[in-house]
């Protein structure tokens, strides 16, 4: 696949789902007055003001944290509470979680709110956020080692389906149109395939797409694909994304909800099928991996373009902290957040910079894509 191709359709793509508000910067200036001619008056005092607007991180003006809708809505609100929690009491602010209705309402409310607001968005919401607003990245996620992911490409285990071109006229369940994984990516690996869908279903998330296929509402989905860990060895880019056939049927969720493979659970399964075992058991036995994309970059905590730095600086060193309680504590706080697999299953968080998305940054200034375009 031409990686470069890759990209530039996915940037193209990307910048229709998604637009942002600026925010609004007024404010009233007091004119000094001179009482008599021979008076030099001073220059006067900036007397704009924000009279009547509460500090940040105070309770009436919590910061923001915005998580993209990618997994059920309920699992992230509960999650982020927890996050919440933890930064509160490091850092002495106040915080508030939500989850906009999609990734480009997501978008649009931290080029809305640029100094209230952090958030949790992929790493090509990053790129069209940045382009868009300013808005800055601060972490990247690592999941189980990989600083990337993948798209996958799901169909009925019995299907008659083995290529991507057998996909030609067949129903596609989606999360989110504006998924990076779970939409962008995919459509530029069908659209080279000669792919075109008779109808595309929008499901709300990434295991609601898994269930659709599941459940026999749609002949194909594409979700999250992250690797397998293997008890005796590890996953490696360019190895198969799917179980082997022989652990397919000793699959299923633990007394904890996670899922492994194997009579002695030699495969635990972190792809987006791990996520809907509660409303399908047996998904597994059902539902099976056609294909993988290329890589991704994983997904980011950004903040919004005029957030102020000091408390910029007091968060990132909390939420080190927070995620480092899990190098000695496996039962860690992080775990019931956004580490838990059934939330956004961030083992781990590296520094992130805006240089490391120059390659997809570069693709929108050579396809010549400007914000009046929209």
């Given at each position: ?67 993209v ?7 992230i ?20 979680v ?109 295991p ?30 360019g ?9 397919i ?21 972190l ?12 998904i ?57 697999q ?19 940054r ?13």
């Amino acid at each position: 696949m031409n990686r470069k191709a890759l990209w530039a359709c996915l940037v193209v793509v990307a910048l229709v789902v998604a637009a942002c508000g600026g925010g609004d910067d007024g404010g009233a200036t007091t004119t000094a007055a001179v009482e008599e001619p021979t008076t030099t008056a001073a220059p006067p005092e900036d007397t704009t003001t924000t009279a009547g607007e509460a500090e940040l991180g105070s309770p009436e003006r919590p910061v923001k944290v915005l998580f993209v809708p990618s997994v059920d809505a309920q699992v992230i609100v509960t999650g982020g509470e927890i996050m919440k929690t933890a930064l509160e009491e490091a850092t002495g602010l106040s915080f508030e979680v939500s989850v906009p209705t999609s990734y480009a309402a997501t978008i649009e409310e931290m080029c809305a709110s640029p100094e209230d607001t952090m958030g949790f968005i992929p790493g090509f919401g990053y790129v069209l956020a940045a382009n868009l607003c300013g808005v800055d990245v601060g972490f990247k996620a690592v999941r189980f080692g990989f600083a990337v992911y993948w798209a996958q490409v799901l169909v009925p285990r019995d299907s008659d389906v083995e290529t991507l071109e057998d996909l030609d006229g067949l129903t596609w369940a989606i999360p989110d149109l504006g998924s990076g994984s779970g939409y962008l990516v995919p459509l530029v690996m069908l659209n080279e395939a000669g792919v075109t869908p008779a109808e595309t279903v929008e499901t709300g998330g990434h295991p609601n797409a898994a269930l659709a296929v599941y459940r026999g509402d749609a002949d194909f989905a594409t979700t999250f694909f992250s690797p397998p860990l293997i008890a005796d060895g590890e996953w490696a880019i360019g190895d198969e994304p799917e179980v082997p056939d022989e652990f397919i049927d000793s699959c299923a969720a633990d007394a904890e909800g996670d899922l492994y493979c194997g009579p002695n659970q030699e495969y635990r399964v972190l792809d987006a099928r791990a996520s809907a075992t509660t409303d399908a058991p047996d998904i597994m036995q059902q539902v099976r991996i056609l294909a993988i994309s290329p890589e991704i970059p994983n997904d980011t905590l950004s903040f919004g373009p005029e957030f102020p730095a000091e408390l910029r600086t007091q968060i990132e060193d909390a939420l080190v902290a927070f995620a480092a309680e899990c190098e000695t504590d496996e039962n860690c706080a992080w775990n019931d957040s956004i580490g838990n697999q059934d939330f956004y299953g961030w083992t781990g968080i590296e520094p992130a910079t805006d240089a490391e998305y120059d390659g997809l940054r570069t693709v929108v200034e050579t396809a010549g894509i400007e914000l009046e375009d929209l």
